[in-house]
C-alpha cells in the first residue's frame, strides 16, 4: 500500500504544471458551459410553460364564457368550474415543476392536454353556435352523417374530427424533440382528461347516446392525433 502512494506521489509531481493548470481550466470552463446551457434551458422551459399555461387557462375561460346556461341548473356553472379547475391545477404543476421519471415525460404529457384545451377554447369561440353539436348537426358533413346513422354515430364522428385535430397539433408541438420512443396512450389520456369536463357540458340537454358517442370519439381522437402527431414529427425530424 505504501508502495502504491509512493508511486502515486512520484507521478503527481512528475506531471508538469502547465498540463495540470490546462485540465483544471478545462475542467472549470466545462463546468461553467453547463451551467450556461442549464440556465438557457430553464428560461426557455419557463417560457414555454407560461405560453402553455396561458393557452389552457384561456381554453377553460372561452369554453365556459361562450355557452349559455340560462337552460342548465344553477350548479352547473360552478361544479364544471371546479372540475376544470381541479384539473388544470393539477396539469399545470406537472407542466411547471417539470415532473418526470427515468421513462415517462410527465411534463411533457400535461402540456400536451394544457395546449390542445387551449386550442379547443379558440375553435369554440370561432363556432357560430354556442351548442357546438347543433352547429355540426347543420353542417355538410354531420346532418347526413345524423340522417343516416344516428345522434350518437354523429355526435362519436365529431368529437373524432375535433380531438384528432388538437391531439395531433399538440404532439407534434410539445413531443417531437423527446430522444426515446413514446407511447401516445398517457398524453392521449391527459388531454381527454382535460376536455371530456366540456364535453359533458356541451351534452346535458342530450341524450345518453350522444354523451357517450361523443366523450368516445374524443378519446379515440385525442389517441390517434396524439399518435399521428408524435409520427409526423419524428418523420419530419428524419428528413
Known amino acids: 500500500m505504501g508502495m502504491i502512494e509512493s508511486e502515486?506521489?512520484?507521478d503527481s509531481e512528475s506531471t508538469p504544471p502547465g498540463v495540470r493548470e490546462g485540465v483544471r481550466a478545462g475542467i472549470l470552463d466545462t463546468i461553467k458551459h453547463d451551467v450556461e446551457l442549464r440556465g438557457g434551458r430553464t428560461a426557455r422551459l419557463l417560457a414555454a410553460a407560461g405560453l402553455v399555461g396561458v393557452a389552457g387557462a384561456l381554453g377553460v375561460t372561452l369554453l365556459v364564457s361562450t355557452h349559455p346556461f340560462g337552460h342548465h341548473?344553477?350548479?352547473h356553472v360552478a361544479f364544471f368550474s371546479a372540475v376544470w379547475a381541479?384539473?388544470?391545477v393539477v396539469s399545470f404543476a406537472i407542466a411547471f415543476l417539470q415532473v418526470r421519471t427515468p421513462s415517462l415525460p410527465l411534463a411533457r404529457y400535461a402540456a400536451v392536454g394544457i395546449l390542445g384545451l387551449?386550442?379547443?377554447g379558440i375553435c369554440g369561440v370561432i363556432c357560430p353556435h354556442p351548442h357546438f353539436f347543433d352547429w355540426w348537426s347543420a353542417t355538410d358533413?354531420?346532418?347526413p352523417l345524423t340522417r343516416t346513422f344516428g345522434l350518437t354515430c354523429s355526435a362519436l364522428c365529431f368529437g373524432l374530427v375535433a380531438t384528432l385535430f388538437f391531439g395531433f397539433?399538440?404532439?407534434i408541438l410539445v413531443l417531437g424533440d423527446l430522444r426515446r420512443p413514446v407511447s401516445p396512450l398517457l398524453p392521449a389520456a391527459v388531454l381527454f382528461t382535460l376536455l371530456a369536463p366540456g364535453v359533458v357540458l356541451q351534452s346535458v340537454d342530450a341524450s345518453f347516446g350522444v354523451s357517450v358517442g361523443w366523450l368516445a370519439g374524443t378519446g379515440a381522437g385525442a389517441y390517434l392525433g396524439v399518435a399521428g402527431g408524435i409520427r409526423a414529427r419524428r418523420i419530419l425530424s428524419m428528413t
Open 141 to 143: 358533413i354531420g346532418m
Open 118 to 120: 387551449g386550442m379547443a
Open 8 to 10: 502515486m506521489s512520484t
Open 169 to 171: 397539433a399538440s404532439a
Open 86 to 88: 381541479g384539473l388544470l
Open 73 to 75: 341548473p344553477p350548479w
